[in-house]
């Protein structure tokens, strides 16, 4: 493996709430500040060389060393918290790709937009760049089970992680509203799945209470190993680009985790001095469950979590965002901003994306659709340099693609009207009728 010849130094947990900033341990099992319940964070890591480093990753692609073909742990630099890597899982997440589409930029009123692919990953979600350094530290801790509540692809990505590292997965689902693709996965990659007739927010408090209880290692988006690993999206994406910082990253926002991670490594990468400047993160959030984006217009107030969440793009179906704090800094301090759009809206954009023959899962079509009313509204240029995060695969979500093409989808506000329908067919065993339908 091409080494990196620093002096290392490994990082602790920092209380994210400004007025407290306590300091922790990195190997205390702790998921909230301990002195007053704020959020954690991995403290930054420090004595980076950009160019050095630029070179150093470069290399690693060319390594068949595990953990330098994972996109993750190659650039393991801005993960300083692992100073022990025999403990590192993984199953080669990352390395997604870069993908351009003329229809699609057309669509999003942009000259230059570009997908990040995250759907690309093994469990086809941004999830695995998380769960990789997740269940990572779960092993080093020595924890025998590990714990999620999901929405859906964090339990699939956990499920194949904890598999991997030896530890029994549990997974807590809200019962009823989890499309079959992810909770196959998390079935057939072995996890102990309870479906719980709660909403996710109420079996998240649960599943905090249980895993205090029961010793149980908790793997939700608050893991702050989680938010470390999803950092190396922002990183891959940079390196990808030869080192152009775009002008808007544009990203689906649930828990606000990812959002969070990616402001939190460009904010890094720019004080190390491999960035000059800020990407502007865009958030974009469902209509029906949008506290972030009503929180924006009113940061002042106290949030306003939205008690009965609704959309059809189940994986940003969250109405008590948890990482909404960390969200809001970084979306501040990159001069970027938090949009919503309609059901109608995320059903076309994805229609969209997948007729360019990328195709993602519901949420991640929502970076699309944000885009289109963003240019719309002339808060984003058509001249802007712009990278959306496809979040998620086309096939997590086969059902709501069918009742689209076949207009039988329907929202919680109503019908969706397929602009892009494309309904399959029957035809009678006859060339020549086939012959003149095709005509
Ligand atoms: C988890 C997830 C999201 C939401 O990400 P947050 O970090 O919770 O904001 C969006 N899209 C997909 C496909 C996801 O799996």
């Not at 590990?146 to 019962?175: D, E, K, R, W």
């Not at 479906?195 to 408090?205: G, P, R, S, W, Y």
């Not at 994805?350 to 079509?365: D, F, L, N, R, Y």
Request: with cysteine; proline share 7%.
């Amino acid at each position: 493996m091409p080494q990196y010849n620093r002096g290392f130094v490994p990082s602790h947990l920092v209380c994210f709430n400004g007025n407290c900033r306590a300091q922790y341990p990195i190997t205390e099992v702790i998921y909230n500040c301990p002195r007053c319940g704020g959020l954690l964070e991995a403290s930054a890591p420090v004595g980076l060389d950009p160019e050095r480093l630029k070179r150093l990753w470069r290399e690693r692609r060319m390594s068949n060393a595990p953990l330098d073909q994972s996109g993750v742990w190659r650039y393991r630099e801005l993960l300083p918290f692992e100073d022990q890597l025999e403990h590192a899982v993984t199953l080669r997440e990352g390395n997604t790709p870069l993908l351009s589409s003329p229809r699609a930029s057309a669509y999003g009123g942009l000259r230059t937009l570009a997908f990040k692919h995250q759907g690309f990953n093994p469990t086809g979600s941004f999830k695995d760049n998380g769960m990789t350094c997740g269940a990572s530290q779960g092993r080093r801790l020595g924890m025998k089970r590990a714990a999620c509540v999901s929405t859906g692809n964090t339990s699939a990505s956990m499920a194949a992680y904890a598999a991997q590292a030896g530890m029994q997965a549990i997974i807590f689902l809200p019962h009823g509203n989890i499309s079959y693709g992810k909770l196959a996965q998390a079935l057939e990659y072995g996890a102990r799945t309870l479906q719980v007739e709660a909403n996710f927010d109420q079996i998240l408090k649960l599943v905090r209470v249980l895993a205090e209880q029961l010793g149980i290692y908790l793997l939700n988006s608050v893991n702050p190993f989680r938010i470390e690993g999803q950092k190396t999206i922002m990183a891959e994406m940079l390196d990808q680009r030869d080192w152009r910082v775009p002008d808007w990253v544009a990203v689906p926002g649930g828990n606000l985790g990812n959002v969070s991670a990616f402001g939190k490594a460009l904010r890094e990468l720019q004080s190390a001095g491999f960035i000059d400047r800020l990407p502007r993160l865009a958030v974009i959030q469902a209509e029906g469950s949008a506290p972030f984006e009503a929180f924006s217009h009113a940061p002042a107030a106290a949030f306003p979590t939205v008690e009965h969440p609704e959309t059809l793009a189940t994986a940003i179906k969250i109405g008590d965002p948890v990482s909404w704090p960390k969200a809001w800094h970084e979306v501040t301090n990159s001069g970027g901003l938090v949009e919503k759009v309609t059901e109608q809206e995320i059903a076309d954009a994805k229609a969209v994306i997948g007729a360019s023959g990328i195709g993602c899962e519901p949420a991640s079509a929502a970076t699309l659709a944000g885009i289109r009313k963003l240019t719309a509204a002339g808060r984003i240029p058509p001249d802007a340099d712009t990278v959306a995060i496809l979040t998620g695969n086309v096939l997590k979500d086969p059902d709501y693609i069918y009742r689209y093409h076949t207009g039988q989808l329907t929202a919680h506000s109503g019908a969706i009207r397929g602009a892009f329908e494309n309904a399959p067919m029957v035809v009678p065993n006859d060339p020549e009728r086939i012959a003149a339908l095709l005509a």
